[in-house]
């Protein structure tokens, strides 16, 4: 089955960068749509972006749109999410799907991004 696995989280302070890494096994990603999500403890799970199988077009929740840029690399098998201009709002663990209309795959264990002093 498909497998997702998610890296790059950290601690950074408010105002900084961070690359966060989608690696997709058992499937060739290109023709695929994929989203970037991400879950504070006690909330649902909400969508950041996603980005398109066809022309790389991509889209975004207002609260990332301008500070986020999700990317991929279908040779790779990868999708990457760039964050700068981070804030302490930002503080989640992130996941890597694909998008909220369509099935699932099974959920990775996300990459927690703690932003703070």
């Known amino acids: 089955q498909v497998q997702l696995v998610e890296s790059g989280g950290g601690l950074v302070q408010p105002g900084g960068s961070l690359r966060l890494s989608c690696a997709v096994s058992?499937?060739?990603?290109?023709?695929?749509?994929m989203s970037w999500y991400r879950q504070i403890p006690g909330k649902e799970r909400e969508w950041v972006a996603t980005?398109?199988?066809?022309?790389?077009?991509?889209t975004y929740t207002a609260s990332a749109r301008g500070r986020f840029t999700i990317s991929r690399e279908n040779h790779k098998n990868m999708i990457f999410l760039d964050m700068s201009d981070l804030n302490p709002e930002d503080t989640a663990v992130y996941y890597c799907?694909?998008?909220?209309?369509?099935?699932?795959?099974?959920w990775g264990q996300g990459t927690q991004v703690t932003v703070s002093e």
């Open positions: 980005i398109s199988a066809f022309d790389s077009s991509s």
């Open positions: 799907n694909r998008p909220p209309n369509l099935p699932t795959w099974p």
């Open positions: 058992n499937i060739n990603l290109a023709g695929y749509f």
